[in-house]
């Protein structure tokens, strides 16, 4: 149980175009999901909180009109990255929280999405 | 700021070995996890601790949380070429169900 995918697995793309990031949650359901952000051999940065229903809630020093982010169900989050530049290439993470987690902030991780800007 | 410092940042050891991971903070947290990565893929969830002095067991993997709940430590036990890996903890606590994710401690087992 408690799988989360993430499509697609590797995106390459060029400068000024926009790429969208799904993040799914199989087999249960979560009311929140989390973007990460990772460069290498780094530990993850979160980027924004995202909350079936309502706006996502970002982080200070995350431009929310350069990384929108839709939660339209409660296994369905995703990510786009608009106007995409060089230095947005990175690897991106998303999480899930099941809702019957317990209150123990348990998240689970997709397997992240490997984006390359020309 | 709360933050999760841990330690060591690397760790290259040879197979066989024994070795300990902290992870420490001066902020206290209602649980810590623990995650591994590897290259190319999501972290993958170890264990969670949610009391103060607990103990947890995984194999070869011995995880402690801290009495007053501010830090934690990863002990591995004859660690194999498969334990190699990016090395997480996480604090949570807050009513926004976010995790504070250490700076990493990355392992390499070398057979």
């Known amino acids: 149980g408690a799988v989360v995918s993430q499509h697609p697995s590797w995106v390459i793309c060029k400068s000024g175009t926009s790429v969208k990031i799904e993040c799914r949650s199989l087999?249960?359901?979560?009311?929140?999901m989390f973007w990460y952000r990772q460069f290498p051999k780094q530990s993850l940065m979160l980027m924004a909180t995202?909350?079936?229903?309502?706006?996502?809630?970002?982080e200070q020093g995350v431009e929310k009109d350069k990384f929108l982010i839709n939660h339209a169900s409660l296994t369905l989050s995703t990510l786009t990255v608009t106007s995409a530049h060089p230095e947005d290439s990175s690897f991106y993470i998303c999480?899930?929280?099941?809702?019957?987690?317990?209150?123990?902030?348990?998240?689970?991780f997709g397997p992240g999405t490997r984006l390359t800007v020309l | 700021t709360q933050l999760l410092e841990q330690s060591p940042q690397f760790l290259s050891i040879q197979e066989g070995e024994n070795l300990t991971v902290y992870c420490n903070s001066s902020?206290?947290?209602?649980?810590l996890q623990w995650y591994r990565q590897e290259p190319g893929e999501g972290p993958v969830l170890l264990v969670t601790?949610?009391?103060?002095?607990e103990v947890k067991k995984l194999k070869r993997l011995t995880f402690q949380f801290g009495d007053a709940r501010k830090d934690s430590s990863l002990h591995i036990t004859a660690a194999q070429p498969g334990d190699t890996g990016l090395y997480l903890c996480?604090?949570?606590?807050?009513?926004?169900?976010?995790?504070?994710f250490g700076t990493g401690t990355l392992l390499a087992v070398q057979p």
């Open positions: 601790v949610v009391t103060g002095g």
């Open positions: 996480a604090g949570g606590g807050g009513a926004t169900n976010k995790l504070i």
């Open positions: 902020s206290v947290f209602s649980s």
């Open positions: 087999d249960f359901q979560a009311t929140t």
């Open positions: 999480s899930a929280s099941p809702d019957e987690a317990g209150g123990w902030n348990e998240q689970f």
């Open positions: 995202s909350n079936e229903g309502s706006k996502a809630t970002y």
